[in-house]
């Protein structure tokens, strides 16, 4: 029996018709529609960052090659590196630069030392009332930074400040003129950036003690391990990669901390001997409108924290696991 024919067109369409019953695809694919929803998410804070962060950075990079000072205000110009060597080559830029290089290898010294004394004995068994501790060794992180600041200024006073007071009652000193002597307005400064600073550490050395396994203190007091030797084999060990980042930070900050210089020595009195890079970059712009020359030494702190941080974090392998 002869069969019909068949279309070879009909053929055709039917191989090539879809098996699945599925309509073709079309419009943007899973991957192309997250992309735009996570650029929907990041836009705005992308703008934001670029407002308050790019821009005024390169603004700043700018304005450190240019000539802007009081004179020129509205019509300075791009100059070179002129700014960068003129700092370089200005000799109270070196001093203050090592007074600053003090204040934060004392201060940075300091916030470690307290913080994590106080944070080890508070994490022993024996404390009572943890709760209300931390809280009172939490607040003078807690308390506005200018009023702490002011509030030991007037401590500072040589004739009614409590520490004067104090110093006298306890060893029977003659009154110190903190504020009126170069070195003593400087130890003033670092005395109360000191009781500012050691409470951030204290909470961070509390957080890394905590995730420390009491396993290893019973193995150490089973083999008669003193409270030293478990400090510095145990403690000290497993709280580094806690630590450094902290430090790093903390470093940054105390570095660039005008507020308590300006305030309790009185931006920088006397005779500008307590400057330190930071006040002496607004005592620059804001007082000599050497604005120019005040951007080129920001750009140097930058600089400065920038490899710091860097030398730092890969010398002390921070980002490596501990274990």
Do not use: C
Not at 187 to 203: E, R, S
Not at 272 to 282: A, C, D, G, K, N
């Amino acid at each position: 029996m002869l069969s019909a024919p068949t279309d070879a067109a009909g053929v055709e369409a039917a191989t090539l018709a879809p098996t699945g019953g599925e309509p073709p695809k079309t419009g943007l694919s899973e991957t192309a529609r997250q992309r735009l929803f996570l650029l929907f998410l990041l836009g705005p804070t992308a703008v934001i960052v670029l407002a308050v962060v790019a821009f005024p950075f390169i603004y700043n990079v700018a304005l450190s090659l240019s000539n802007a000072n009081i004179y020129t205000l509205r019509d300075w110009e791009i100059v070179g590196l002129g700014q960068y060597g003129s700092v370089l080559a200005e000799p109270a830029f070196w001093t203050v630069f090592l007074k600053t290089v003090v204040w934060t290898v004392v201060n940075v010294a300091l916030h470690v030392g307290i913080g994590v004394f106080l944070a080890v004995i508070l994490h022993q068994k024996f404390i009572a009332g943890k709760p209300a501790w931390r809280v009172l060794l939490i607040l003078p992180w807690a308390v506005p930074q200018y009023i702490t600041a002011l509030t030991w200024r007037g401590m500072f006073n040589f004739e009614y400040g409590a520490v004067n007071l104090f110093l006298n009652r306890l060893f029977s000193a003659d009154p110190v003129a903190w504020l009126t002597d170069p070195t003593g307005a400087f130890a003033a400064a670092i005395i109360t950036n000191a009781w500012l600073g050691f409470p951030f550490m204290m909470v961070i050395a509390l957080g890394g003690l905590q995730s420390i396994p009491g396993e290893l203190y019973e193995a150490a007091d089973v083999d008669g391990a003193s409270a030293w030797v478990k400090f510095r084999r145990i403690t000290a060990p497993l709280l580094k990669p806690v630590m450094i980042p902290a430090i790093t930070l903390g470093t940054v900050w105390t570095f660039n901390n005008i507020n308590v210089i300006w305030l309790v020595s009185n931006g920088g009195e006397p005779n500008e001997q307590t400057h330190i890079l930071v006040s002496y970059v607004y005592e620059a712009a804001f007082s000599m409108y050497r604005f120019g020359w005040a951007a080129a030494l920001s750009m140097v702190i930058f600089g400065i924290l920038f490899a710091f941080t860097q030398a730092f974090l890969n010398r002390t392998n921070a980002t490596e696991s501990v274990y």
